[in-house]
């Protein structure tokens, strides 16, 4: 039996079995019953008996430096026998809530780490970053053009304005794609995410010294491990080069504006996270088109392909699809979490994509690991971590 024990009284004794609980969960009260005493204060009518020990499981307020004060004391209390409270259907909300956020995270982890496998695979045979970005985004609008038109998808209402906001968004979301996709083409999978794992580094130095935003102390503490860490696994990288390091870098740089602008843009705004990556990728699309044609041209892109269909055959068309659907998923089903979670446990999920990512491309693409380089992204990983803890 589960019960909420509203209490006048002042100094309450709990005796005998009682057990406090901190329950982190306030909505586990199911019944409300008004208990005017807890310590045999024989004068009070008590409206409430049992047989059965009571487990208090939370005390909202003692007001024991103000005996005079009628304040109530809410408890919430289950039957000693049992190990949890009867779930009241808020718990079973809230369970299912954390459930769908749970699946959110394995589904995005997973996208994520296909999308990387296949990316560098594409990378290794077809070393053009610039077109494999363009596909990606080109793909991702195709797949959400089609959704709407089907009506898979509801079709978002959007107007002027709201394509105004996105613009800064999509050209810092442009910039970060194509700068991490660069630097997967010149080094290690694991390389550029154990250097994108610096991106919290990179969010608070651009929030206090662009934006004028202060931190406590942790905060600052906590960019120690996690520049170390960087540092230690980019010195010790043994296939390290300058345009994949800086690629990556360039890439924080680039997803910290693009996330000071989303929050600004889409403040009031009702599209919801599906949509609204959907509208970024086009945006990004249009963006990105005419730099890649610039960089690199349909003439290195024609004689990249035949090479890359000589060496591994019809399956490279296979792999480039591949990288492109995963990584418009990755980034669709990361947008629809963005909806159900705070920004805090995003960047802890994002944290835990990297490891997952960093780990199983190690082991795919055997890349070559010191202990000390290892050291390195570990530092800089759990520097992540603490920088999450020390935001809260
Ligand atoms: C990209 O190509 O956009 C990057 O791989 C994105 O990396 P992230 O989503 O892991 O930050």
Redesign the pocket.
Known sequence: MICSVKQSVITPTINGSDTIFRRKNPSAIQRSLILPSLNGNKSSKPVLSMSKPLHVSKVESFALSKPQKRSLITCNAYEADRSEPIEAPEVKSEAAKKVKIGIYFAVWWAL?VVFNIYNKKVLNAFPYPWLTSTLSLACGSLMMFISWATRIAETPKTDFEFWKTLFPVAVAHTI??VA??VSMSKVAVSFTHII?SGEPAFSVLVSRFILGETFPSSVYLSLVPIIGGCALAAVTELNFNMIGFMGAMI?NLA?VFRNIFSKKGMKGKSVSGMNYYACLSMLSLLILTPFAIAVEGPQMWAAGWQTALSEIGPNFVWWIAAQSVFYHLYNQVSYMSLDEISPLTFSIGNTMKRISVIVSSIIIFHTPVQPVNALGAAIAVLGTFLYSQAKQ
């Open positions: 994520n970060g794609h991490a996709t994108k890439s997803f």
